[in-house]
């Protein structure tokens, strides 16, 4: 089996508190369209902030499909926009997302 | 002289202080001064040792300690070693290119947009949850920002083609027009400056690289910048300024300001822009921005060098972004095509903390 670096669940950002500074200290999170948010690997701390949370675990594959989805979408509605609204400053194409294993 | 036998403390209580009855303990004579205990005709049955509080004092000196009876937990005051980012309060309209002004845990954002539609409502921080402030007078997006958010200002931005060239004053309630810059400039950048003795660099048209300063009635004409640009970072005040990233084309330079003049200060890692910026001159965050997609990306500056920091959680471009170098915020942005409402608050290293102490 391949080894992996990263383990992956959906939960909603619900603001204050839901990445407190103790668990930023302890190991990384980083959050992906979709609410799917990248721990690390078989970490004790991460697997306690995912319960925390409320968390639903996903495979990489299927991380990857919702943010994907999430990334599709968006560049679904950018596509319909007005060429005058595509040229805006800071309105570039959403580009695709390749999740790490 | 043989040895003395008192009541003495001995527990700690459920509030947090030491109980002192029931208990007795030997004083060896060895380790007794008839001199020192002279004085000492009784002992109170309990006493505080360390402070009992229904909520963290602030601000708490480091080594302090103390009781929290809300939550049942002895805590300290501590400080960090290693910089990290947690969640704050999310904002409740999600939008990018917004201005910002004031602290960590008070905060202002306004303006932005959903592209579309731009905005003009305004959103308070209280280091927990964003609450709505006064609306601004008109729909703006690409706007800058200085002040707390009781003293704030916002000039420039987009409402329409063309730009603007007005700035608003809040007083923590409500927006009223303040004097107007020499001309319109859209993509400055937010700083630390304040209400009154403000400054506002980088815009969209040439020459890109004006720098005004307004001083609470009327802009005046700064030195201007070496490297022309636009939706850049920004940190610093009106004679101590900090410029840094930006766009077109883009920026890793940054530049100086010393109340009449730019200089070049250590570029960044990379060139970035729609960065946003926090602290002082001499000790500055870039926080997030782009090249290609939204980043991550934090670093810090010492006054003479970049170097790379604590990464956020969420990657955003053309956030707000306000605070000190030990104690930031970032609300809102752009990433992957979606409008952020989310808010991350950085604590650097040695930054003071309260801690919990617990049990093994």
Known sequence: MAHKNFEYCVAECWGKGFIKLEDSLRFKITGFPGNVWQIPAHNQDANLWVYKVAGTRKTLQEAQAIVTAEITAAQAAWDALPEEQKNRPGNSRPTDIVLPE | MGTITRGFANKILGNGVIDATGLSGNIPASNVDNTSVTNITSLPASFEVIESTASDPSPAATGTVWYNS????????????????????????????????????????????????????????????????????????????????????????QPSVPPSNTAQEYDGTSWTAGGNMSAARTGPASNQST??????????????????????????????????????????????????????????????????????????????????????????????????VAITTVSSYNGTSWTADTAMSNARFASGGTGSQTSAIVYGGRASGVNLASTEEFTGAGASVAKTVTAT
């Not at chain 2, 070693?81 to 845990?105: D, F, V, Y």
């Not at chain 2, 660099?201 to 720098?211: E, L």
């Not at chain 2, 890793?252 to 250590?266: F, K, L, P």
Request: one cysteine or more.
């Open chain 2, 195 to 292: 209400q009154t003795a403000a400054i506002s660099f980088g815009r969209t048209v040439s020459p890109r690289g004006a720098t005004e300063e307004y001083d609470g009635t009327s802009w005046t004409t700064g030195g201007e910048m070496a490297n022309g640009r636009y939706e850049l970072g920004g940190a610093g005040t009106q004679t101590s300024a900090l410029a840094f990233g930006g766009d077109s084309p883009t920026f890793d330079a940054t530049e100086e300001y010393d109340g009449t003049s730019w200089s070049s200060g250590g570029n960044l890692p990379g060139a970035i822009f729609d960065n946003a910026g926090a602290g002082s001159q001499t000790a500055a965050l870039s926080m997030g921005g782009r090249l290609t």
């Open chain 2, 70 to 157: 809300t939550t049942a937990a002895v805590k300290y005051q501590s400080v960090t070693t290693a910089a990290a980012w947690a969640s704050g309060g999310n904002l409740a309209n999600a939008r990018h290119a917004l201005g910002s002004a004031g602290t960590q845990t008070a905060a202002l954002a306004f303006c932005g947009t959903q592209d579309p539609p731009y905005l003009t409502s305004t959103e308070e921080y209280d280091g927990t949850s964003w609450t709505a402030g006064g609306n601004f007078p008109t729909a703006t997006a690409y706007i800058g920002g200085c002040g707390t958010q009781t003293s704030a200002l916002a000039f420039g931005g």
